[in-house]
């Protein structure tokens, strides 16, 4: 499939773990926060997000955290599994439909 | 309920031909994308469009065309393709503010 980036920074964790990926963001005017997971060869799906007047939302698994004081976003993996294993990237999102992309992290799931 | 869909998944073609890349969705959303993805860029937005016949330059339009005679289709036209433009493109779709991708094309310009 596609490779999406051979040069990201890599997160490796253990089978069972927590991972936490992180994001910085530079429009303070962004009020709307996408995490997004994207697979080999597939295009970006849809994990979680995030508006800016809240700190913290959780689903299944995954938590995210906002910090506004100083433009950061996390996602927290619970449990990582092997299906885990992918580019994750934060999309902030600011007067609409500007979006704005991160680069990505790409998660390995060790066994 | 098929969502996004893209056609072709796969493309080869030669440096000046013209090749359209299609993108459907089901759900009757307002807002369309076109993103490229290359290595150590992430997603680059090539053209959006809010309506039907409605469309506007993203951040890297330029060899680019594209159209938006019905609301489910937003077909990308590389009139001379170019060398430069081998990546893989990405289809989107919004009504708020969560965008949903298509599956995506991988081009490659010889």
Known sequence: GESVGLHLPTLSVQEGDNSIINCAYSNSASDYFIWYKQESGKGPQFIIDIRSNMDKRQGQRVTVLLNKTVKHLSLQIAATQPGDSAVYFCAEIYYGQNFVFGPGTRLSVLP | DAGITQSPRY?????????????????????????????????????????????????????????????????????????????VYFCASSESDTQYFGPGTRLTVL
């Not at chain 2, 000046?16 to 150590?40: E, I, K």
């Not at chain 2, 159209?67 to 430069?84: Q, Y």
């Open chain 2, 11 to 87: 493309k080869i073609t030669e440096t000046g031909r013209q090749v359209t890349l299609m993108c459907h969705q089901t759900w009757s959303h307002s807002y369309m994308f076109w993103y490229r993805q290359d290595l150590g860029h992430g997603l680059r937005l090539i053209y959006y469009s809010a309506a039907a016949d409605i469309t506007d330059k993203g951040e890297v339009p330029d060899g680019y065309v594209v159209s938006r005679s019905k609301t489910e289709n937003f077909p990308l036209t590389l009139e001379s393709a170019t060398r430069s433009q081998t990546s």
